[in-house]
């Protein structure tokens, strides 16, 4: 008869997908044996344990997001023979599979849902927080802020009791990611500093570490404090690379960010040239960092929306890059109409829109704009399709000299006053 565990080296042997599947739910479904010796019934457990995770991962490698739903619903009879530290980790490595698959968010948070469910029933409390705190960086990740935020509230409250500090800093880190994705800035910085509160209490590891100094330094981006920002990220980076995780890439984009926003563009190529950072230098990430750095350098506006378009994905995707290069756009288109008016009283919006390469619509919205901030002193006549710039109104003195006289006249009265009423 064969065993699991021929069957179990036939399947990864196997270069037939199908052949191996079947395989796997053969090992799956084969009952152990009323018999068996202890160490044969725990080297059968040993041996459905891995056909589940490699069953996980042939459809992870053949983008069955279902498939792996189904693995993990059908782990759940499996689990329950064995440790419940066992089982946490074993349906949270099935539930890694996911993230290489694309468009497989829904699936997920509806195994997700399914399974709190079943570890509420099984009164599994640490598998549940774990799952929960998973479910809330799904929410996250899809925008679904709300329902997001109260379940955080919910985890919080149980957490707290229960004292557990690593889950507790994993929440609080995605409460201040959640809260400054809704914009509220304030209440995002508060949940951070709760979240370093909470690790400094315990052994932080390195990868969460990372997560918190990422986190503060786009927070200080935030507040336009790009020197600090820029010094967490260095820090994030260096910590990422030396693991090796692919996430460091994300924490070099934004040094080179700050570099562009302080107005150093010509950092970027020095930056790239140092140890960590030179294996990451001919990815097409960088390179997109790169091009912006150039056009910002060259206060070029064509090359910046060039840029911009030539490397969309990479720029666009990220929200923290496109909101921070949204505003450096319009600082440019600002600092490119400054220099083309200056030398004028009036000057005709087309003419100014050409020399900028934008639409008329959008350079007279810019200008209205400028001249509202007192950026400088002007006016659009619309009749006549033209700007009329002014020198800058000088201040009158008169009127303010004139209340200062009259506040030192009635000092003057006040004293005179209290003289004679000394007197009567």
Known sequence: ???????????????????????????????????????????????????????GELYRDQNNAQGVAEVINLSRGFVSSIAKAKTAKLIRTLLDCFSTIPNSQSIQMDVLHENIEWAKREKRIFLKHSLETRLVGLQLDTQQYKPALTLIETLLTELKRLDDKMVLTEVHLLESRVYRGTGNLSKAKAALTSARTAANSIYCPP???????????ILHAEDKDYTTAY???????????????????????????????????????????????????????????????????????????????????ELSSDTTIRTHLSALYDTLLEQNLLRIVEPYSVVEIEYVAQQVGQGRQAVELKLSQMILDKVFHGVLDQGRGCLLIFEEPAADRTYGAAIDTLEQVGKVVDSLYAKTIKLA
Do not use: W
């Open 231 to 313: 010094s967490y990220f260095y820090e994030t980076f260096e910590n990422l690379s030396t693991q090796d995780d692919p996430s460091a890439l994300g924490a070099l984009k934004y040094m080179l960010l700050c570099k562009v926003m302080l107005n150093l563009p010509e950092d970027v190529t020095s930056l790239l040239s140092i140890k960590l950072a030179s294996k990451y230098a001919q990815l097409r990430d960088v390179e997109s960092m790169r091009a912006i750095a150039r056009a910002h350098q060259k206060r070029n506006l064509a090359d910046f929306e060039k840029a911009l378009k030539d490397y969309q994905q």
């Open 1 to 55: 008869m064969t065993t699991t565990q021929d069957l179990l080296k036939e399947a990864e042997a196997s270069t037939d997908p199908k052949r191996a599947e079947a395989l796997y739910k053969e090992i799956l479904a084969s009952p152990n044996s009323q018999h068996a010796s202890t160490e044969q019934k725990e080297a059968e457990l040993r041996h459905q344990e891995a056909a589940l995770v490699k069953l």
């Open 207 to 217: 990868h969460l570490q990372a997560r918190l100094d990422l986190q503060s330094g």
